[in-house]
């Protein structure tokens, strides 16, 4: 770490890119170094941004000495690996979704966390997006009232997508869906009983997935709630536009997502049936949450829309995106927060196994046809998220003791 900030690898530059001028926007970042094997990519990455050509492999940035931490956003079935020899390498990782894809490989990680005593952090959008702080807010201010139901969806058809996604089991990628209830509630899932839906076509098998499901819908039994969240994954032949959100519901209000991407939550408000009437009044109305900036640095404030901004002395503008709620940029000043003040980061190796888990055990429910599942403890105790509107991060809720408990 120099005296300027950190140096960051972003690992894959796919969708790596959306997050190679946010680190370079970050006032505690010194530099960025780019590492992608598809030679032609990183080089116009390193055009469009004003780099340097950067590394082909993960190996060659764990062996540079001023690489402080790498951000994977390599295919999933890289990220245990990956992840496991960052740690190993002297450096703080940050990682997309899931943590992992077997509880083995959770474990790896959580041991070589716990090691080397760097930063990890699993970069879940969900609960840093803007729809979420919005319901955070309302169930802050205690507008839901007692909770009931839970709905998160995640649908996305990955025909076309590379082979590694060819039959991969919704399941396993079901941080998006579930993440926000658990973060809300500061709890876990207890056990889950999952169905497969649909029968996958020969062709879209050949990822080599122990998986039969285009579809697959679970219940999650959260620890020390009455909620049920329901969730419902699908990846194939599902004809709807793609989908990731989640939909909850109180005694006195509920906030349905927008069907539509980027569309306004709908909201409900419920009171008693007026005199002499049967049923209750329900208010109709539609919120479009504001993109919080009050907790990021200045410079990163105007990625939480879209927007254009130079970073080659000689190359055009560049567009940003503001994918996942405006997410990303908070993502960002997160992860580098944790490493600058070395603290935990606030979705730390076992909160990432806590959100990650209950997709591996659904799916193998599902396999199971149906029966409960329990899934692994990795914390022993859990805060709720912030209580207080203006707080900036979700807390961080301690390291727990080592290992898992069935």
């Known amino acids: 770490m120099s005296a300027t900030g950190i140096t960051v690898a972003v690992v894959g530059l796919g969708f790596g890119q959306d997050f190679v001028p946010l680190y370079l926007r970050h006032p505690q970042v010194a530099g960025v170094v780019l590492v992608e094997p598809d030679e032609e990519r990183r080089r116009e990455a390193a055009a469009r941004f004003g780099l340097d050509a950067g590394y082909s492999g993960l190996d060659d940035a764990l062996g540079d000495p001023k690489v402080d931490a790498v951000h994977i956003l390599a295919p999933v079935f890289l990220h245990a690996d990956m992840v496991v020899a960052a740690l190993e390498a002297g450096k703080h990782v940050a990682c997309a979704v899931p943590m992992a894809t077997t509880l083995d490989d959770i474990d790896r990680i959580i041991a070589a966390a716990e090691r080397s005593g760097l930063t990890y952090m699993m970069m879940e959008t ?125 005694e006195r209000r509920g906030v349905e997502w927008a069907p539509a991407y980027g569309g306004p939550l709908t909201v409900y408000d419920m009171s008693g049936p007026e005199r002499g009437e049967r049923g209750n009044r329900v208010d109709v109305a539609q919120l479009h949450p504001a993109g919080r900036t009050e907790t990021l640095p200045e410079s990163l404030r105007p990625f939480v829309q879209p927007t254009r901004a130079r970073f080659s002395a000689t190359g055009d503008p560049v567009r940003v995106e503001a994918y996942h709620g405006g997410s990303h940029p908070h993502l960002v000043h997160e992860f580098v927060s944790a490493v600058i003040e070395r603290r935990p980061s606030v979705i730390g190796p076992r909160e990432a196994a806590t959100w990650t888990a209950p997709g591996i055990c659904a799916h193998l429910s599902a396999l199971r046809g149906g029966a409960a599942v329990p899934v692994p403890q990795y914390l022993a105790v859990r805060e709720p998220d912030p209580l207080c509107g203006n707080r900036s991060r979700l807390p961080h809720s301690g390291s727990g003791s080592r290992g898992r408990t069935p």
């Open 126 to 250: 969900a609960v840093f997006a803007r729809e979420y702080f919005a319901v955070r807010d309302m169930h802050s201010a205690g507008e839901l009232g007692a909770l009931t139901l839970y709905r998160g969806f995640h649908v996305q058809n990955l025909d076309g997508y590379p082979p590694y996604w060819q039959g991969f089991p919704p399941m396993h990628y079901v941080t998006h869906a579930l993440a926000p209830i658990l973060a809300l509630l500061g709890t876990s899932v207890l056990s889950v009983s999952c169905r497969g839906a649909g029968r996958l076509t020969a062709e879209r098998r050949a990822g080599g997935f122990e998986n039969p499901f285009p579809a697959e819908v679970g219940l999650f039994a959260l620890r020390d709630s009455d909620v049920v969240a329901d969730v419902t994954m699908s990846f194939f032949q599902t004809a709807r536009s793609a989908i990731e959100g989640f939909s909850l519901y109180g």
